[in-house]
């Protein structure tokens, strides 16, 4: 049998497959150490490379970076191309990822809110200044629900009352910050729809708290008989019992 010497150990082998790789630049096809050096000629390479790495991973990071920004606008347009030919496949393959990831999802969802957490914070209170009223609809609407009420006020139905009102505090008359008031007290069911919600100023909302109307507003001190005409006359009262049933879409300014 042909043999073969190893250029790292010098020992001679059969020249085979089982001593040495397959190697097609070399001679007799076969590399020209054995299989024995080969490995630890690898393991030797891998803990210098990886050492390197540890030593210089800032300069690899930023060659990285800078590949990245050559290729991103080529990256993005693969990406793109790729999603509209394939929708539904990734969908579903993200959907997938997603479920059977669940502690992966929430490192990544972490770590991009780290990195966007003072822009985040700042356009959130922005948004909660310029969208007041449907915030405060939100949290009537989280609040109903976790009391089996019913809830179905819309942020337009709201305007609509306030415009019907005035804009003015239905109890007192004045023209201030309005609030929500549940004409029918939440400790006594009262729901969060059109048919209940009345616009009130804080002063009002803070007086009423859960009274019943029919014995608060006539000992309160802005009592006004035309103001609580107009507002039985919306909530279609008639001798203290309402007379509509709840439909959702019933709210007319008159």
Known sequence: ???????????????????????PRGKIGLTSRCKSCSKEYDRSHQEQAKKWREE???????????NYLR?????????????????????????QWKKN?????????RRRYEK?????????????QEHKEERNVAWQLRRAKKLSLEYTLSVEQWEQIKIYF??????CGKELKLTQDHFVPLADNGEYTHNNIVPCCLSCNSSKSESDFFEWYPKYKYYSKTREKKLLKFL?????????ELVETKCIIK
């Open 116 to 128: 966007i957490k003072d822009h985040h914070k700042i356009l959130t209170r922005k948004w909660k």
């Open 56 to 66: 210089n991973c800032e300069i690899i990071k930023i060659k990285k970076h800078l």
């Open 166 to 171: 005035n804009q003015k505090c239905c109890y």
């Open 236 to 244: 279609d009262y008639k001798d203290g019992i309402q007379q509509l």
């Open 101 to 109: 990831n669940p502690d992966k999802l929430r490192e990544i969802s």
């Open 71 to 95: 290729t991103i606008d080529s990256h993005k347009e693969k990406t793109a191309k790729y999603y509209q030919e394939h929708k539904e496949r990734s969908r579903e393959l993200t959907k």
């Open 1 to 23: 049998m042909e043999t073969k010497i190893c250029t790292v150990c010098k020992c001679e082998l059969p020249a085979s497959l089982e001593y040495f790789y397959y190697n």
